[in-house]
């Protein structure tokens, strides 16, 4: 499923500024599942929906997008475990891959 167009143009945004050492002052907050401000969620409303992007800096090489989707509960703004699971394993998949472990 693709975001709409103006929700690509403002995570990109949200992302760029990632990639230039700074946070969007108002779309990215710290994920507090991890712990740390290493994880961080950018969140879009459009058109009655919402839309999220997790990405990571734990490594000064790049911004590690760990997963981008639309959040389909209407229970709060709290995002899903199933997404949690899903950006945790690939946080861990990540680490492995970049410190050499198996």
């Known amino acids: 499923m693709a975001f709409p167009r103006m929700v690509q143009r403002e995570m990109g945004y949200a992302l760029f500024l990632a990639q230039m ?3 969007h002052r108002t779309m990215a907050k710290t994920l507090g599942a991890f712990g740390g401000a290493a994880v961080i969620e950018v969140r879009e409303s459009y058109d009655g929906n919402a839309y999220r992007a997790v990405y990571t800096v734990r490594y000064a090489d790049a911004v590690y ?3 981008a989707f639309q959040k389909k509960s209407k229970r709060g703004t709290a995002t899903p475990k199933a997404d949690i699971d899903l950006i945790e394993t ?3 998949d990540l680490v492995k891959e970049k410190e050499g472990r198996k």
Do not use: D, N, S, Y
């Open 21 to 23: 050492g700074e946070r």
């Open 65 to 67: 997008v760990l997963h």
């Open 90 to 92: 690939r946080l861990k």
